[in-house]
Nanobody, 123 residues
């Protein structure tokens, strides 16, 4: 079993900053891509940022230049630094990861989600 647990959300004024954390635990051999998604009320879940095992990062156009994704492979952790927040960034933010787990005969990769953390930006 693998669990992803997010933390760091909260209420912040426009222009402020937050740092989200996500820690993976359980039977983990390695983690490939890690991602942050968000879902605002009444909207579809949106991919915000992706980081590969080697540290290569991609961002959605809506957050490029304001958000920074990073990871600590030793801690099975991924982070999202949110700067210059806007009211439209208000959403539940979810951590997502492609985790390689041991199997009886061989390892396999599975996708896991965290439970989400609320980010609210007031104007």
């Amino acid at each position: 079993q693998v669990q992803l647990v997010e933390s760091g959300g909260g209420l912040v004024q426009a222009g402020g900053s937050l740092r989200l954390s996500c820690i993976a635990s359980g039977s983990i051999l390695s983690i490939n891509d890690m991602r942050w998604y968000r879902q605002a009320p009444g909207k579809q879940r949106e991919l915000v940022a992706t980081i590969s095992n080697s540290g290569g990062a991609d961002y959605s156009d809506s957050v490029k230049g304001r958000f920074t994704i990073s990871r600590d492979n030793a801690k099975n952790a991924v982070y999202l630094q949110l700067n210059n927040l806007k009211p439209e960034d208000t959403a539940v933010y979810y951590c997502n990861a492609d985790v390689v787990v041991p199997g009886y005969w061989s390892s396999s990769e599975h996708e896991y989600w965290g439970q989400g953390t609320q980010v609210t930006v007031s104007s």
